[in-house]
């Protein structure tokens, strides 16, 4: 069952890039598996595993965004899942911070800094993941720009983690 909350972990990494942001957002889901879950397992099935739709509406974006300066060549960058470090890219975010249950990724325009966090919380025989985000605005059109994705957003979270608790209690022991 995928849990959604208007707010974040007050210790994650990403308190040390805002503190105060205009949007924060966080989804966990607990899995059962006999085998750790790894930040690998994390960010291939969120960021290399898109369906259709998330794919389409990526494409609309680029399109719409176009004529406002905003990034549109946003194409994924898969790292080196054996040696994650500060800097590499995961698709168009950067990690800013990594640590060994938390990977943090950044990201930003003109208009407005974006933050994912993904945590892996062992619990047990369960584990728990938690996605973060966190959303500053720099100017009004990142506030504009964020009111129209916003529940898009919303609906892209909810399925890559929906994906994540199918693939991860699906896992072979």
């Not at 990494?13 to 899995?31: E, G, H, M, R």
Request: hydrophobic letters at 40%.
């Amino acid at each position: 069952m995928i849990k959604f909350q208007k707010t974040y972990s007050k210790d994650s990494l990403v308190t040390k890039y805002c503190q105060c942001p205009d949007y924060a957002d966080q989804f966990s889901v607990i899995v059962r598996t006999k085998n750790p879950v790894s930040f690998e397992d994390l960010l291939e099935i969120t960021f290399f595993n898109d369906i259709g739709w998330v794919k389409f509406l990526f494409k609309l974006r680029n399109l719409l965004v176009k004529p406002f300066g905003l990034e549109i060549d946003i194409l994924p960058q898969k790292p080196n899942f054996n040696d994650l470090k500060e800097g590499d890219f995961v698709s168009f975010f950067q990690i800013v911070g990594l640590n060994s249950k938390e990977i943090l990724l950044g990201g930003t325009d003109k208009h407005l800094s974006g933050w994912l966090s993904l945590e892996i919380e062992p619990l047990s025989s369960l584990t728990q993941i938690k996605a973060t985000t966190i959303v500053r605005y720099t100017n009004f059109f990142g506030r504009a720009y964020f009111f129209l994705i916003q529940p898009f957003h919303v609906l892209i979270m909810k399925s890559k983690m929906r994906k994540l608790e199918h693939h991860l209690n699906m896992k072979p022991s």
